[in-house]
T-cell receptor
């Protein structure tokens, strides 16, 4: 089973609204990363948050991490049509020296 | 830097044929990863290398799949013989260090008829 699971699986909002996506994982981690994938393209790294951090910002992105609940959230503020993509969380579970990706949230931003 | 380069971008082949996918990682990166993405199974890690040495190939589905990294600037993923269920998008990614930011290539879309 996958380490990270995103919720919701799909999200549709209007341009200008905020979008929130959640990620839950099962084991302890060193860090958690969020990636974006536009249709037909490779994944692009958005942000990395370490296990000793609780919140991190990058432009219109805000990521939170709650290690006690084994969950993270990605908030995109003032969304744009160009934000339409799939968003994945990735964790590095112990014993596996590589990232494990979740199944992703498909975000649709209507202009 | 040009980023991670993959070739070909698209491949259509017939069942039973050999398929070779190629990847050039970002210069200076010491980790290289091969992933497969399908609608049903999502993004799966197949194998990864550290300093050209295969570290974990537990994700390789069958003996029909093999991967090599003869030097720091080149890796191949080979499927022989190919089957229709191998149809997927195959991504190569590279990174500096363990569990750090991975840089993905554009992928190879493989269709096995």
């Amino acid at each position: 089973s996958q380490q990270g699971e995103e919720d919701p699986q799909a999200l549709s909002i209007q341009e200008g609204e905020n979008a929130t996506m959640n990620c839950s994982y099962k084991t302890s981690i060193n860090n958690l990363q969020w990636y974006r994938q536009n249709s037909g393209r490779g994944l692009v790294h958005l942000i990395l948050i370490r296990s000793n951090e609780r919140e991190k910002h990058s432009g219109r992105l805000r990521v939170t991490l709650d290690t006690s609940k084994k969950s993270s959230s990605l908030l995109i503020t003032a969304s744009r049509a160009a934000d339409t993509a799939s968003y994945f969380c990735a964790t590095d579970p112990p014993g596996r020296r590589a990232l494990t990706f979740g199944s992703g949230t498909r975000l649709q931003v209507q202009p | 830097d040009a980023g991670v380069i993959q070739s070909p971008r698209h491949e259509v082949t017939e069942m039973g044929q050999e398929v070779t996918l190629r990847c050039k990682p970002i210069s200076g990166h010491d980790y290289l990863f091969w992933y497969r993405q399908t609608m049903m199974r999502g993004l799966e890690l197949l194998i990864y290398f550290n300093n050209n040495v295969p570290i974990d190939d537990s994700g390789m589905p069958e003996d029909r799949f093999s991967a090599k990294m003869p030097n720091a600037s080149f890796s191949t993923l080979k499927i022989q013989p190919s089957e229709p269920r191998d149809s997927a998008v195959y991504f190569c990614a590279s990174s500096i260090g363990f569990s750090q930011t991975q840089y993905f290539g554009p992928g190879t879309r493989l269709l096995v008829l």
